[in-house]
């Protein structure tokens, strides 16, 4: 068989990762806590496809999904977030998401285990999901600001001010905090 | 009163942890019988780590029952103690080579190598702390391991045996310190118990390896 090319392309990356996953097995139970994570792949997987997301990939407690438009983005990510408040599995078990976004190069590739998206466009938006989880609010999602010059004005609008990290490898990365539930 | 409160307060110090592990050889001794076959691998490998590991600062050899965790102390530079264990570790591999190629097939060692650096508990015969949970977890990649991690390369690219894995930290010395090994990175993964994304690095051998260990560059290229 013969293997796909692999396709480069700009794309806007999402990265989400659930909060106090750990706890949850731990007080809950794995039956409990396999629910949450079953209902989350169900869930935002199918939002992904609502939004026209072209690939997400999961892992455990956690996704990379990629968008050609970044007008899809902040509406798939607070349908997310609405899931906390919407899907009863999730009330009161799940605390939070942590949420970044990024916007660079990457390579689409098929893989023998599915589709993947590599470049370090992913390592960055992974990066600011660390970020996000010790800096950013639960209704926050942390934005490069590569990502936030191609945003809708209105979600730039909300965006509050500048900060940078340094990154082993990667370099000084500028985000900025943006609110999800608007000003 | 708790029972540790009357222990001394262990040793605290930084050094190079090394997780050594046998593949299959619960296969093996299964197969051929501990006796006949395990119980032979095990001592030649414990041999063969004192014999590159003495020179090179081994200060800890703790049985890990398919392997060992071994820790390189340099008393001037930690960073030289990675350094050391690295060295130790394609010292152990190419020995490993040449005695494979004298034994009888069931009787070959074959290895994955972990190498991290942090501080640890010096306890007797021992070490404890998170940073020897991190080499354990190192050691723990495989193949299956690469689809849940970022920016991997591709899993039939990553070796089945004989490979030298390590940490961020490591990889950091080795790049300032000693460039004649190279480095891979094989994605960003989430190790078990620990938070964030940790780069995991595959350590190639120097080039003029080939000659010494030809299918030690084959195995891991």
Known sequence: MQAAVPVGKSSALVFCDMAGTMRLFAQEGDLVASTVLREFVEHTGRLGREHHCLMIKFIFDSFLAAFDNINDVMPFVISIQNLLSTNPTFVGRVSGFHLSLHYGNVVFVETSYGSEVLGEAVNIVALLNEVARHLAQPYEIVVSQAALERMPGDFQARAGASESHQFKRVGNVEFRRVNLLGS | ?221
């Open chain 2, 1 to 221: 009163m708790a029972a540790s409160d009357a222990e001394p307060t262990p040793e605290i110090v930084t050094e190079a942890i090394v997780v050594v592990d046998l593949v299959e050889s619960t296969l093996t001794s299964n197969l051929f019988g501990w006796y006949a076959v395990g119980r032979h691998s095990l001592r030649d490998l414990r041999s063969l780590v004192g014999e590159v590991g003495r020179i090179r600062g081994l200060r800890c050899m703790r049985s890990t029952g398919d392997g060992y965790l071994l820790t390189f102390y340099d008393p001037q530079s930690a960073e030289m103690a990675a350094i050391r264990a690295v060295e130790a570790v394609f010292e152990l591999l190419r020995r490993i080579f040449v005695r494979n190629r004298e034994v009888s097939e069931e009787r070959a060692l074959n290895l994955r190598c972990a190498v991290h650096l942090g501080e640890v508990d010096v306890v007797p015969n021992d070490r404890e702390g998170p940073h020897i949970s991190m080499a354990f977890r190192l050691e723990e990649i495989s193949r299956a391991s690469l689809p849940a991690a970022l920016n991997p390369i591709p899993p039939e690219q990553f070796p089945l045996q004989n490979y030298v894995l390590c940490s961020e930290e490591v990889a950091g010395i080795l790049s300032r310190r000693a460039t004649h090994w190279e480095l891979a990175s094989i994605g960003l993964l989430k190790l078990k118990g620990f938070p964030g994304w940790r780069e995991v690095f595959l350590v190639l051998p120097e080039a003029g390896d080939a000659k010494l260990a030809p299918a030690l560059v084959n195995t891991m290229k």
